[in-house]
């Protein structure tokens, strides 16, 4: 095999060593699972607003920054928790107050640009607030790692995944069983219609902003107990963006495959092609990913068929 | 009262396509260049020599706010051609400064590349070699820049035909991270130094020394001359106030226009004959243009020595947003204010948070200032929406039409 070839399936060519190639493949797969976590909650937005949240992403560092705060403040945990959901409740209230209901009928690109001016608010209002020293987020997830069939896995990685089952399904059955569920998809597929049947459209925003921000703390716990909590975890969440347009911005199945794609991808990448070119490919193969990915299908893996008409 | 059309004719089609339609707005223009070229550095000048001003407090203003506000303005005309006028959004303007920065300082230094071999005692040897003569002239260079960058942008643009909105928005996110990423891991591109920091070599227009220092014979004595900041504040200034005039032509001609109908509905504009990956690209090439050029003056006027990954990160690309958005989408003097706006609140409130601070007794530290600058940042981008969403241009124009019919307003 030619030096080419060796470069170019050099992704593959980890999987000579299946034990270390399972483990890359693995640790993506798991790191994928975070990167989901962080996109469900930019989906639920899209599907019920049409609003494309950049906020998220600091939406997960606002509510792991308050999260671990409190627990610094030597309130217990459950009982920080419990704080987190009411501050991310009453924040969902006070954008749908001061934000949402004054932008009803503008343009896309504004709402988009307004959530950006959201999110600069919000990290910077976090970090006055808790200090922008790294934090320790311990919610008593098990530490280590065990190791079946001689690969490594970490006990939060696996934790992650769990969580990330639980609440897609407690998602899945709250869209589809509830009474709030049933309106929120009925704002997601026609806002005036869901008007006229007397849905109210506000009432709905909070709502979702609120089970977005409670979904941001799930995957803010996620990324604080691995990593600390600190203004870096803005930027990893950016990384839930790719994530979102390779599986498309509508779809809860989408973000989580999407994020499974991306995160295999990504670290195969970094193994194979990372020691050629200088490392740290990382940073940005998720987005040539994506790009690449969406010149062949616009609209993402599941998001539903751009049918523009004049 | 003295803002008024009455007595002002067109009398021929010249004057009825003029750029400024009232007399008044032509006066005001030449008034403000005048200020911007002469008033300024001469008054500036006689402050100095007056002994009113510092020699370092005029340096202070020439060099971190008059050149920043310029390399601003030239990067915020370049994003709103692009997102104002043809409706792209783009969150990798800081890539292309780069972009552009860096092609400068290739330029300047010939296109060194490293050949290496062993010599005699079996060790490696390594030896930069130059492409091309090195250019001199910071003007050459910013329009090679700008050349450039013009076509990285292009190749970056192109699945802005498949790709469009907001999905556009995420994969312009993989030019910024992918062309940071190379700003600190391709040797090439600056030179092989251990610490991906580029500088730019000593430049000379018109025999004036514009970046570094020269040492010449004077009187038989070794006279070190340093570089004037008026002399890079007047050559940012034309180069600024040139391209702003072309694009201000090329917004409201043939090809703004056909922007503009690509952003308000691509398809109806490809009915009524116009090509939209043409169009897409042009404005694309354009909008890179300007970003380059930026930031090459940025390189070789107001840092003079910058690290890629640090200087061109994802919160300039934001901060240049933030320009266009505040002064104005798809409006060329909203450029300006906007840039204006988002260069001079930082300095606005590094010198008044700690005074504010210290009247209270609370001590305020770099920190803090920084984390207000965002939520001030944050806060006004969000206001300005809800408020006024077209920014502070409209704000400008209402204001026009008010003094048009003031002091009678009916």
Avoid at chain 1, 240 to 256: K, R, T
Avoid at chain 2, 178 to 186: A, G, I
């Amino acid at each position: 095999m030619g030096e080419f070839w060796e470069f170019v399936l050099a992704p593959v060519l980890i999987f000579e060593s299946w034990r270390f190639g399972m483990e890359v493949a693995i640790s993506g797969l798991l790191a994928g699972v975070m990167y989901s976590l962080v996109a469900l909650g930019f989906v639920l937005i899209y599907k019920a607003s049409g609003m494309f949240n950049f906020a998220q992403g600091v939406l997960v560092l606002f509510a792991a920054l308050n999260l671990a705060g409190f627990i610094g403040l030597g309130v217990p945990i459950p009982l920080a928790i419990l704080l987190t959901i009411g501050i991310m409740i009453l924040f969902a209230i006070v954008v749908e107050y001061l934000i949402l209901r004054h932008l009803v009928n503008q343009e896309q690109i504004i709402l988009f640009m307004a959530t950006i001016g959201l999110a600069f608010f919000l990290s910077a209002f976090g970090e006055t607030i808790w200090g922008s020293d790294v934090k320790k987020l311990d919610v008593g997830i098990p530490q280590g790692r065990f190791e079946p069939f001689g690969i490594q896995i970490q006990y939060l990685e696996l934790t992650a995944g769990a969580v990330a089952a639980a609440l897609v399904t407690v998602l899945a059955i709250f869209f589809s069983k509830t009474k709030i569920g049933r309106a929120l998809r009925a704002v997601a597929d026609d806002h005036q219609a869901a008007l006229s049947v007397g849905i109210n459209l506000r009432t709905i925003w909070i709502i979702v902003w609120a089970v977005s921000g409670i979904v941001a703390l799930v995957a803010g716990t996620m990324w604080g107990a691995k990593s600390g909590v600190q203004f870096s975890l803005s930027e990893i969440a950016l990384k839930a963006l790719p994530v979102l347009i390779l599986g498309g911005f509508e779809s809860i199945p989408g973000a989580i495959i999407g994020g499974l794609i991306i995160g295999l991808g990504e670290k195969l990448a970094e193994v194979g092609w990372g020691p050629y070119v200088g490392g740290a490919i990382e940073d940005w193969f998720a987005y040539i990913l994506a790009m690449v990915f969406l010149v062949f299908r616009p609209q993402g893996l599941f998001g539903e068929k751009i049918i523009e008409r004049v | 009262m003295f803002y008024r059309e009455a007595g002002q004719f067109y009398t021929s089609y010249a004057k009825d396509q003029g750029i400024f339609q009232l007399r008044q707005d032509k006066y005001g223009l030449w008034g403000i260049l005048f200020i911007a070229f002469i008033v300024v550095p001469v008054g500036l000048y006689l402050l100095v020599q007056g002994g009113l001003m510092a020699a370092s407090t005029k340096d202070y203003l020439y060099n971190s706010i008059f050149l920043l506000l310029l390399v601003n303005s030239m990067a915020a005309l370049g994003l709103n051609i692009l997102t104002g006028y043809c409706g792209q959004i783009s969150l990798g303007t800081a890539a292309f400064m780069g972009v552009g920065a860096f092609t400068a300082f290739k330029f300047s230094t010939g296109l060194n590349y490293r050949i290496q071999h062993e010599d005699d005692a079996g060790e490696l040897v390594s030896q930069l070699v130059p492409l091309l003569p090195a250019i001199d002239n910071p003007i050459l260079l910013v329009l090679i820049a700008g050349f450039v960058t013009a076509i990285v942008g292009v190749i970056f643009g192109l699945p802005s035909l498949r790709i469009k909105g907001f999905y556009l928005a995420v994969a312009t996110l993989a030019a910024q991270f992918f062309l940071v990423w190379c700003f600190s891991r391709v040797e090439w591109l600056y030179d092989y130094v251990s610490s991906s920091t580029i500088q730019i070599p000593p430049l000379k227009l018109f025999g004036l020394v514009v970046t570094g220092s020269e040492t010449v014979m004077r009187d038989g004595q070794a006279v070190t001359i340093y570089p004037a900041a008026e002399t890079k504040y007047l050559i940012c200034l034309s180069l600024v106030v040139f391209f702003a005039f072309i694009a201000k032509n090329m917004v409201r001609g043939r090809i703004g226009r056909a922007w503009m109908a690509i952003r308000d509905m691509d398809i109806a504009a490809q009915l009524i004959g116009i090509r939209p990956l043409a169009t897409k690209l042009l404005a694309f090439a354009v909008s890179s243009f300007f970003c380059g050029m930026a930031g090459a003056m940025s390189l070789i006027f107001y840092l003079g020595a910058l690290e890629g990954a640090e200087a061109f990160n994802i919160n300039e690309s934001f901060s240049v947003l933030f320009m266009v958005i505040i002064g104005g989408l798809g409006s060329i003097t909203g450029s300006f204010l906007g840039a204006a706006f988002i260069t001079l609140i930082p300095i606005f409130l590094v010198v008044s948070l700690p005074w504010l601070g210290g009247q209270f007794g609370i001590p305020v530290d770099a920190a803090v200032v920084e984390h207000f600058q965002f939520m001030i940042f944050g806060a006004l981008i969000i206001i300005f929406l809800i408020m006024e969403p077209l920014g502070l241009a409209r704000l400008w124009q209402i204001g026009k039409e008010r003094l048009r019919q003031w002091p009678f307003p009916y």
